[in-house]
C-alpha cells in the first residue's frame, strides 16, 4: 500500500514536497514513481527510480525543478517542487512497480501500485 501526502495550494514560484510512503511491501525491490493528472488531463509522468537506483529520470517539464529521492530505511519516496507553476497543478499519485524495465520507467502501466493521490494547486 501506498500513501502519498503533502500536496496543498501554493503560490506561483512557491514550494511543496510529496510524500509517498510505503507498506507491506519494501519499496527498495520496486521502481518507485511520480505521476500527476490535471483536471480534464490524462495521468502523466513526472519522475522516477529504477529498482536498482541510479539515475532518476524526469519529465522535461519538471527537470531543474523537481527533484525526487528515496529515503529505503523509512520505505519512502519524495518530490521535492520548487519554482512551482501553474501548470504544475494536478492530483500527484506515487506508484510502484515490480520488474519495471529502464525503458518503460516512465509508462503507467508498468506500474501495479498506486497511492490515493495528493491534490496540488499552484495559484497564478
Known amino acids: 500500500q501506498l500513501q502519498a501526502y503533502g500536496g496543498g495550494l501554493v503560490p506561483a514560484g512557491g514550494s511543496l514536497r510529496l510524500s509517498c510512503a510505503a507498506s507491506?511491501?519494501?519499496?527498495?525491490?520496486?521502481?518507485m514513481s511520480w505521476f500527476r493528472q490535471a483536471p480534464g488531463k490524462e495521468r502523466e509522468f513526472v519522475a522516477a527510480?529504477?529498482?536498482?537506483?541510479?539515475?532518476?529520470t524526469y519529465t522535461d517539464s519538471v527537470k531543474g525543478r523537481f527533484t525526487f529521492s528515496r529515503d529505503n530505511a523509512k520505505n519512502s519516496v519524495y518530490l521535492q517542487m520548487n519554482n512551482l507553476k501553474y501548470e504544475d497543478t494536478a492530483v500527484y499519485y506515487c506508484a510502484a512497480g515490480a520488474g519495471v524495465i529502464l525503458s518503460a520507467i516512465s509508462d503507467s502501466r508498468a506500474y501495479s501500485h498506486w497511492g490515493q493521490g495528493t491534490l496540488v494547486t499552484v495559484s497564478s
Open positions: 507491506g511491501m519494501s519499496s527498495s525491490r520496486y521502481a
Open positions: 527510480v529504477h529498482r536498482t537506483g541510479g539515475r532518476i
